[in-house]
């Protein structure tokens, strides 16, 4: 680029100072050479009157510059008297083009180049009164020869003019290219150097702008991938310790069993517990497929109109025999709010939140489930007046296989993975979950639908 510009700037100096030097010099020529007419037709008037005064001794003592030529013409053409060649070897001058033109109308005048076109001569004839002619003429330089013979100062200039643009075409060059070259290429538009730049740098801006938000979401992508490829190997050990557990206590009491070291009496207490742990196995299995079909949006039943009102009776007669048993006592309040949503996944999350509300729940303790609509939202509320959960546990407890306390979470039967399945459940009806909660007081869970 800086190449070109040095180049186009050169060229045009170069383009400038020739074309500029042959208009001046042939204006300067034409005007001098009209100049120089214009005088000679003067000088012959003049001659014409001296001649007129002193008669023919006028020629007697002249003397002039060789340029110039004095010629005094008879009436039939034949020369009379010449300044520069002898008049008796001249030929009849009847016939020149100035001579003619003067003997009819009283002037004449012509010009007339030589052979090589070096020289040029230029006429001026006056008729006398007794009808012979008087010629002046000079003889100058063409245009061309002029050119020549000023050659070396003509040269001497151009040398230095072309030296000087050289010099200035690279300095300006150096000049325009060095901001384009310091261009911040990552923020293009706070360079408006040049307003003919503007929509370059305006196009590079958006690109940036658009480049960087496909690596942004690369980048996005790569991380969600990493966290979910470290999300489920961590869900591997998890479920695989999950089962274990259940699965060695099995194992044990069916070892005890075979081996026949069970005392007949006690062979249905084991057998009791080999149960309540297949159970338990059961549930967690349960509850393993269900998180996976949501999170790999398996679902394959439609959405249909849903009354919260209704799915939360329905949860309550399911869970009545569980209330009593934890003697918890158990309240539905509110309005008949409709959602459109998958049924086992809303029931699922009630289900969940009012099983959690009696379970971590005290005796003679409460659990009231209210329907309605809140920010122009439907909503189902699940409040208890449990064992609370402590502020540091409150955004985890929706992990996978998060419990706030282990042991009596799995004494109670749970399999960690209850309030994970109300998110997904949630984020699949684009529902938000808030909960409050303070330790020994209670847990109110709202999913705002
Ligand atoms: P779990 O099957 O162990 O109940 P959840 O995912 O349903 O698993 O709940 C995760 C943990 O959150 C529970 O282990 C428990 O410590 C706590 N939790 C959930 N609901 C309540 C609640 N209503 N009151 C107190 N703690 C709760």
Redesign the pocket.
């Known amino acids: 680029m800086r190449n070109r510009i040095f180049y186009g700037i050169f060229s045009v100096a170069l383009l400038v100072l020739v074309a500029s030097m042959v208009l001046i010099f042939s204006a300067l020529y034409t005007q001098y050479s009209k100049e120089y007419e214009k005088s000679l037709q003067n000088e012959a008037y003049l001659v014409a009157a001296a001649i007129r005064h002193t008669g023919s001794g006028y020629f007697s003592d002249l003397k002039v510059d060789k340029r110039y030529r004095i010629t005094y013409i008879a009436r039939s053409g034949k020369v009379i008297y010449d300044t520069s060649v002898d008049a008796s070897k001249l030929p009849n001058h009847a016939s020149r083009p100035e001579v003619k033109e003067a003997m009819k109308t009283g002037y004449g005048s012509d010009t007339r180049y030589s052979k090589t076109l070096s020289e040029k001569t230029s006429y001026s004839a006056v008729r006398m009164e007794d009808g012979r002619v008087l010629r002046v003429s000079i003889t100058q330089f063409t245009l061309l020869t002029l050119l020549l013979r000023l050659m070396k100062p003509i040269l001497l200039v151009l040398l230095l003019t072309i030296m000087t643009s050289l010099l200035l075409a690279s300095r300006i060059s150096h000049r325009i290219v060095k901001p384009i070259n310091e261009i911040d290429l990552d923020a293009p538009t706070e360079n408006m150097i040049y307003p003919e730049l503007e929509p370059l740098l305006v196009r590079m801006e958006e690109q940036n702008n658009m480049l960087n938000q496909r690596i942004d979401k690369l980048r996005g992508d790569v991380d969600e991938k990493t966290r979910e490829a470290e999300f489920r190997k961590e869900f591997t050990a998890n479920v695989s310790h999950e089962l274990k557990t259940p699965l060695t206590s099995i194992s044990g009491f069916a070892e005890i069993m075979k081996n026949g070291i069970v005392r007949s009496e006690d062979v249905g207490k084991f057998a009791g517990r080999i149960y309540e742990e297949a159970q338990r196995l059961i549930v967690l299995v349960d509850d393993i497929i269900k998180l996976s079909q949501l999170d790999e949006n398996q679902i394959t039943a439609k959405k249909e109109r849903l009354d919260l009102y209704g799915v939360a009776e329905e949860v309550f007669y399911t869970l009545d025999a569980a209330a009593k048993g934890m003697d918890v006592k158990v309240d539905l309040s509110g309005k008949h709010v409709h959602v459109d949503g998958v049924y086992q996944i809303i029931e699922e999350i009630v289900y969940?939140l009012c099983d959690?509300?009696i379970?971590?729940n005290k005796k003679g303790g409460t659990v009231r489930v209210s329907t309605g609509m809140a920010e122009g939202r439907p909503y189902i509320c699940v409040k208890?007046t449990?064992?609370?959960?402590p502020q540091e546990d409150l955004d985890r407890?929706f992990e996978r296989f998060?419990?706030?306390?282990k042991s009596h979470?799995k004494e109670i039967g749970?399999?960690?993975?209850?309030?994970?399945i109300v998110r997904h459940g949630a984020a699949y009806h684009n529902a938000d979950i808030r909960i409050q909660?303070r330790l020994g007081e209670g847990?109110e869970?709202t999913v705002l639908f």
Do not use: C, E, M
């Not at 998060?402 to 306390?405: A, I, L, Q, T």
């Not at 749970?414 to 994970?420: A, I, N, Q, R």
């Open positions: 969940n959690n509300a379970k971590y208890d449990g064992i609370g959960i407890v998060y419990r706030v306390n979470s749970g399999t960690g993975l209850g309030l994970s909660s847990t869970i």
